[in-house]
C-alpha cells in the first residue's frame, strides 16, 4: 500500500520536529530554537523536493489540497482549515518575535592549558616535572601506600564531599547550588586524562588559579593551599584515583 | 498458551525465592561494603563519628543506637521493617536537583552505584550494630485513608493548629516557638512544611500519615498514634491532617532551572513596602542557597536553603523584594529570640551583590565578593537589635579582605523589613544612576546585570563569612515590549487569510 503523498509529508515533517526536540526532553540539551528553525526549514525543503520529484506524487500531493477547496461538499472542513492556517500562521510570527529573555549562553574551557609554573604553599613548582612523592609507594610498600590512601579519603571527606558528592560523581548536597557544577571524578573525562601534576595544580590554587579562558570568576572550587597541606594535597589525589579505579595519566602516553 | 503460563508460574516462584534469599543478606559483604562507601560519615563502627561527621547536621546517623527515622512499623515497634532500611539506603526520593539521597541530609541515594544485593547486604551488617532482629508488629497499614477534599484541608488545619504549630509554626514553615534537641543532644530544626522538596521522604499523604502516626524516633516529633499520650489524634483526624500538609506547598519558593530575575518596568512610583498590593504582578524567581564552604572561615551547618526576588523598575529607580523563609526572628537582646537560638543572638541579614561596571563581555567579578581588577557593590540589610533599628550597609569590595563601608543615603539606598511566620520579606530600592558613576552601579535597561544574594540567620551562629549564598545569577531591567510584537502577527493572520482567498477564488474558476 502506498501511503497518500500529503500524510508521507506532515509524518516526516513532524518526526523530523520529534528529531531536533529529542536531545532538549531527553538529555536536557536542547537544541537552541534558531537553530531548530533553520533545521526545520531545510528538512520541509528536502521532503517537499523529494515527494514532488514525480509528476504523479505532485499529484498525490497537491490533489487533496485541491479536492478540499473545489469540492462542495467539503466546505465545512474547508472553512476550518481556512481559519486554522492564518492562525497558526499568525501565532508562529509572535512566538518569534516576542523577546526571549533567556540567560545569555556563556562558554569556558574545562581542561585549560596548566601554566608551566605553580606558585603554591609560597614555592614554585615546575609542572612537567613534579609527580606525586608516595605514588611509588603503591609497588614499594602496599601497606602504607593503603594507609595514605585512608588518610586521604579522611581529608577528601572533611573537605570535598560536600561539592564532588560522596561517591565522587559530582553530586554533593550543595552541589546544585554551584555553576559550573563541581566536576564528577567518576567520569571518564576528569581526572582519568590527567596527570597527577594538573590535578595538584588544580587543588592547590582552585577556581582563582585558573586562566582566563576557564572563567575562574564563577567557579566555587576553593583555593585548597588556604585550607591544608601540601602533603594532604597528594594524599587525596592517591584517594581520588584509589576509589574511582582510575589511574593518573602519565608521561608515557 | 499453557506451556507460557508454566514458564510464568516457574519464572514467578524463582524471582520470589530470589527476593527471599535477598532479605537474608551477606554481613559479610555488607561489611566490605560499608568499609569502603560509608564508615567515612557513619564511623567505623557504626557510632556515627566518622570523619565527615563533625561538619554535618543533621549528623550522620549512630547505627548502634538502633532507631531509624523513616519507618514504617507502628510507634510501639522501635525495629524498622529491613524494606525501611533498604529503602533510605536505595534514596531515589528525588525532590533537588541532583539530589536523589535524603533531601536536607548529606545521605546520599546509592542505588546507581550498589546493586540490589549489596543493599540488602548492608541492610544485614547495619542491623548488626545495634542487635536489630525482625519486628514483632508489620507495617502500618492505608485503608482508611481518606481522599483529599476541601472539607478534609480545612479539617486537618484545625488539628494542625493545635497540635503542630507550636513546632512547625502558624502557617508550617519551621517556626515553631520551641528549642528542639534529639535524643543525642544535636540541634534538631522541625520541617518547614511548605517546601517538600526539604522532605527527608515525600510529601505524598501516605508517608506524611505514616510520618505522624510512627513519630520520627530519635528526635521530638512525636507518634500521634499513640492512645496513651496527650497528643492522640484518631486514624480520620492524622489523614486530615497529612492532606493539609500537601495543600500548603509553596511551589514558588522552589528554585527551577531559571537564572534571570526580570525587574518589569512601572510607569509611576514603585512599591517601596513590603506589603505593597503591587508586588502580586511582579515574576518571580526563586534560587538555592548554599553555606559559604569556600573562603575562611568557613559555614557548615545552615538553616536557610532559598531565596525569592522580584523586582521593579521606572525611569528613576529599581525595588526589589527578597523573601526568604527563616524559622527564628533574631533580634539581640530579645528574650525570646534567646530562648530558641543555638549559641548567641546576632542580627538576622540579608544582601544583595552587584558588579560595580556591568560587564561588556562574559568577564566578571569573582563571585566571591569581587577581585583586585573588578570590583562589587554589597547591599546588606541587617535586622535590628531591641535597642536599634534595621540598617542598611553599602560596601564596596576587592576581595573578602579589601572592603570599604560607604555612605548608602548618598546613592538613595534604602530598605525595610518585615518579619511573619517565619518568613522575612525585606524590599531594597536604589536609583537607576548616581552620582559615584566609578563607584556605584549604574543600571541599565536591557543589559544582563550579574546579580547575587547571601543571607545570615543570626539564631543559628551566622555572621561575617558565615552565611549561605548563591554564586553568580543575572538582573534583567526587562524592557517593555515593542507593539510590533503583537501587530505584525496580526498582519501576518491578514495577508495568509487573503492569500486563501484569492487561491479560492482562482480555483473555483
Redesign the interface.
Known sequence: MKIPRLLLFVIIVVISYGIFKAPGILLNQPIPSSLIVMYMFFAVVTTLLWITSTEKDMQGLVGPI?TM??DPTKKTL?NIV?VI???V???I??TQ???S????V?LRSIHPAPPSTVKAFGKTFNLATLVNPYRKLEKEDPAKFTQLVKEG??V???NC???H???L?G?????????P?PLAFTDIGTIAQLQESFVFWRISTGG?GLP?EA????S?M??WE??ITEDEVWKVILFLYN?TGYAPRSWEK | MRKRLLSLIVLSIMLMSIQAWAAQGNKENGKTIYD??CW??HGENGAGD???A??LNPPPRDLTAGWYKFKTTPFDEITPADEDIFRMISGGMNH????K?MSG??M?N?D??LKEQERWDIVAYIKSFSGLDKPAKGPIDYKNQIKSSKESIEKGKETFKKMCAECHGEEGRGDGTKKLKDDLGFRTWPRNLTKPWTFRVDNDPKEIYTRISNGIPGTQMPSFADPTSKKTLSDEERWNVANYIVSIADDVKRPKD???L?AMRLEGELPDKVDDPKWSEAESISF????Q????E?F?TPSLDSITAKAFYNGKEISILLEWDDRTKSIPGDEKAKEIAEGDVLEDSVAIQLPVTIPEE??????GMG?SA?PVNIWQWKSGKKDASEAIKLLNANGFQKVEQRDAGKTGLRATGIYNNGTWRVVMKRQLSTEEKAKDIQFEEGR?TPIAFAAWDGSNGESGSKHV??????L?L??A?PK???F???I???V??GG?LL??RG??K
Open positions: 485541491k477547496i473545489q474547508r481556512f492556517v492564518p492562525l500562521a499568525g501565532g510570527t509572535y518575535l516576542k523577546p529573555y533567556e540567560a545569555p556563556e579519603g579522611e577528601y571527606f572533611k564531599f560536600y561539592c558528592g560522596d561517591k560523581d553530586k554533593g548536597h550543595y552541589a546544585h547550588g554551584f555553576n557544577l582563582p582566563k572563567a575562574p570568576w564563577v566555587a576553593p583555593v588556604n585550607f576509589y | 569502603k562507601k567515612w560519615c566518622g570523619p565527615a563533625k561538619f533537588i536537583s541532583l539530589w539521597g541530609t548529606s546520599p546509592w546507581d552505584v531559571d537564572t534571570v526580570k538555592y542557597m548554599i553555606p564552604i569556600i573562603a575562611k568557613r557548615f562574559m568577564e566578571k567579578p569573582y563571585f577581585d573588578r544582563y549564598m548563591t554564586t553568580w545569577s543575572w534583567l526587562k524592557p515590549t510590533s510584537t503583537y505584525i502577527p496580526l501576518v493572520v491578514l495568509v487569510f486563501e487561491l479560492a480555483q473555483k
